[in-house]
């Protein structure tokens, strides 16, 4: 089994389809930086599908059993259905998806037939004009809410939804998110707003804790901690009482989970990054593109993974956010 010098195996791999989004929501892509004459990737810098089939396959064969689609929005890459199918197609790997949900009214049954069997749909509010406030294009909750309902009639339950919370922005409307989805099936995560890449202006007193959340959702509707299911689950898991079902927390700032991080994040254009707070990256796409062979490649992937030392969210301080990094619309979360 590949490891790094912490003992971490790989397991995860994040693969980010395109830079692009719809949303443009201040949490990773806010307008100043973002706006119209921003330029994003041209089509031939960007992966193709074969591309990024071979190198999940080649990280299957170093121990990767999850590949999570992501971006920037997923959905908004051509023909994406075509990719689940292939990876779909490699023996032991479990294909998700991350997305803002805009789209899956649309694209939901063509990606469950191709094989996708997870689905993770980003909704930070249900209060229309915090959430459009939130996005620059002005979509509504309800678009979100009709994604989430076609993705479950074709048989992508139970669904994980994601919740950013920030405060000042979206914290007020955390128990009405919590009781909205209670009882749903699908499971409900907050996660504390972290300083991903350079532009979101994040500062930590905009952090609001797990610890807060669950004592905002406790007061009124009481739960009790679950155990994690796996060595390197992100999310602590909770559950209602009354058994009318689970949510979680993901307490990247206050309780850092690094010494668990089995996950690596393959950027649109090729550049493979081992954190989410990295600086820099390797990039795979001119090695493949190089004519390189599957050993050469392994052999450069499994020198990457040994030498990792990672942990930035364990010495993270409001002076280390000022550090150069790579921004999250461009590698995924
Ligand atoms: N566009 C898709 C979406 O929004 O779900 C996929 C890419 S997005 C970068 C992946 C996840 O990162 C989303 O759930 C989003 O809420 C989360 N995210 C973005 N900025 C964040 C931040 N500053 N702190 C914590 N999570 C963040
Ligand atoms: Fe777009 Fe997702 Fe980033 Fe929001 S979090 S700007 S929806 S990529
Ligand atoms: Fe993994 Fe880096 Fe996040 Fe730590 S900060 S959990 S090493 S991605």
New binding site residues.
């Given amino acids: 089994m590949l490891t790094d010098w912490k003992g971490r195996p790989l397991r995860d791999l994040r693969v980010?389809v395109t830079d692009r989004?719809n949303?443009r929501?201040g949490?990773?892509?806010p307008r100043e930086v973002f706006g119209s004459t921003y330029e994003f990737l041209p089509r031939r810098q960007i992966l193709s599908f074969e591309e990024i089939t071979r190198v999940v396959r080649l990280f299957a064969g170093l121990g990767v059993r999850k590949v999570r689609l992501?971006?920037?929005?997923?959905l908004l890459r051509q023909d994406l259905p075509d990719l689940v199918r292939m990876l779909s197609a490699l023996p032991d790997l479990d294909v998700a998806l991350?997305?803002?949900?805009s789209l899956l009214p649309q694209q939901s049954r063509a990606l469950a037939d191709a094989g996708l069997r997870r689905i993770?749909?980003?909704l930070?509010s249900l209060d229309d004009d915090i959430f459009r406030a939130m996005n620059d294009v002005r979509f509504s909750v309800a678009r979100v809410l009709e994604g989430i309902d076609a993705a479950a009639a074709a048989g992508l339950s139970p669904i994980k939804i994601?919740?950013?919370v920030?405060r000042g922005m979206n914290d007020q409307t955390v128990v009405d998110l919590a009781r909205h989805f209670k009882g749903s099936g699908h499971v409900l995560r907050f996660?504390?707003?972290?300083?991903?890449?350079t532009t979101?202006g994040?500062r930590l007193d905009q952090v609001v804790s797990g610890q807060e959340i669950l004592d905002l959702i406790d007061a009124e509707m009481p739960i009790e901690p679950v155990d994690s299911a796996y060595r390197g689950e992100v999310a602590r898991r909770w559950r209602y009482i009354d058994g009318e079902g689970e949510l979680g927390v993901?307490t990247?700032v206050t309780r850092p989970f690094c010494g668990d991080c089995t996950r690596t994040r393959l950027s649109a254009e090729g550049k493979l990054y081992t954190c989410l707070f990295a600086a820099y990256g390797t990039d795979l796409k001119e090695v493949l593109r190089g004519g390189a062979g599957d050993e050469e490649i392994l052999d450069m992937v499994r020198g990457i993974w040994n030498s990792r030392r990672d942990r930035y969210s364990e010495v993270r301080t409001e002076e280390t956010t000022g550090l150069d990094r790579i921004e999250?619309?461009y590698?995924?979360?």
Wanted: net charge negative; glycine share 16%.
């Fill in positions: 980010s989004c949303f929501c949490y990773c892509m992501t971006g920037g929005e997923p991350t997305t803002n949900g993770t749909v980003s930070d994601n919740a950013v920030r996660i504390e707003y972290m300083d991903v890449g979101n994040w993901i990247s999250m619309s590698i995924g979360g």
